[in-house]
């Protein structure tokens, strides 16, 4: 499975993005398929995941209440709606899929493969 995400760019303050996780040559049937988020010279943040089994989504206090994620039936699309963004959630957005247990499931090391990232700049 390859991952392609899209769907970045610039919003105000306020504002909202959706960005999309596609998923190629196979689906994301298995996979937990988590958001992270970087800034320069800063580890990976988790930001929110789903998981494969049942759908259960957890999210990092920072983007509670604002960000959704969700995935279509076929399985091949993840998408990470983003409201209420603030100057403080501009960052570079990777999608990662993986199939680590619960308690591994928020760190970038329990996700082996990853999307090449997509730029989110809120200005002020």
């Known amino acids: 499975v390859q991952l392609q995400a899209s769907g970045g760019g610039l919003v105000q303050d306020g504002g909202s993005l959706t960005l999309s996780c596609a998923a190629s040559?196979?689906?994301?049937?298995?996979?937990?398929v988590g958001w992270f988020r970087q800034t320069p010279g800063t580890e990976r943040e988790f930001v929110g995941v789903?998981?494969?089994?049942?759908?259960?989504?957890y999210y990092a206090d920072s983007v509670k209440g604002r960000f959704t994620i969700s995935r279509d039936s076929a399985r091949k699309t993840v998408t990470l709606q983003m409201n209420s963004l603030k100057p403080e959630d501009t960052a570079i957005y990777y999608c990662?899929?993986?199939?680590?247990?619960?308690?591994?499931?928020?760190?970038?090391?329990?996700?082996?493969?990853w999307g090449q990232g997509t730029q989110v700049t809120v200005s002020s």
């Open positions: 990662a899929a993986g199939r680590t247990v619960l308690s591994n499931i928020r760190s970038s090391t329990g996700y082996d493969i």
């Open positions: 040559g196979g689906t994301f049937a298995s996979y937990n």
């Open positions: 789903i998981r494969w089994s049942g759908g259960t989504k």
